[in-house]
């Protein structure tokens, strides 16, 4: 694989350009840690912005909500973001017993986790809007209690603050 894969770190700006793509980066608030925690400045998460002759499609990954990810999808035809409700992935660990064996500051630092290293259908919304893209696609879809969950509701809570078109992702949908 060696022979094949080449990885590399990289860091916000362009990391990437030639005659068909520039692919832009940068990071996101998904490793949020406070300041003076052991975990503070040692890790990084990155959203991408991929530009082609006939397209902008702007890759979140993991992040909160963030001005910087917001400026990267500026004027994006596709933003395709995570989503989630903090809420329903409580009430999936809570059934299934984690959430009572977490401490309070388990709890709290969880709680915290998820408002802010993640997002909602609701920052997804006013992100959308801010950054003026044309649509979202939703994926990486967080923990839900229902078996059959379509999600819709994610798709639905965003509509109150984005007007354009969301897509609930599946494997091997294409945009």
Avoid: C
């Avoid at 949020?32 to 499609?57: A, D, L, M, W």
């Avoid at 998820?114 to 609701?122: A, G, L, N, Q």
């Avoid at 939703?138 to 999600?151: E, F, K, Q, R, S």
């Amino acid at each position: 694989m060696g022979n094949i894969f080449h990885g590399h770190d990289v860091a916000a700006g362009i990391i990437y350009q030639d005659a068909q793509v520039k692919v832009s980066a940068v990071e996101n608030t998904h490793f949020n840690f406070p300041q003076g925690s052991p975990p503070y400045g040692k890790y990084t998460s990155y959203s991408y912005r991929f530009e082609t002759p006939g397209r902008v499609v702007v890759f979140t990954g993991d992040t909160g909500p963030s001005s910087a990810v917001t400026e990267l999808a500026h004027g994006a035809d596709v933003l395709v973001t995570e989503v989630t409700s903090p809420e329903e992935v409580v009430e999936s660990q809570k059934r299934a017993g984690i959430w009572q064996a977490k401490t309070p500051a388990e709890q709290e630092g969880f709680l915290r986790h998820m408002h802010e290293e993640h997002v909602t259908p609701e920052d997804v919304g006013k992100m959308a809007t801010k950054a003026g893209v044309k649509a979202v696609v939703m994926t990486h879809l967080g923990p839900t209690v229902a078996p059959n969950d379509d999600y819709q509701r994610y798709s639905d809570e965003a509509k109150k603050y984005f007007s354009g078109n969301i897509a609930l992702a599946k494997d091997l949908m294409q945009f």
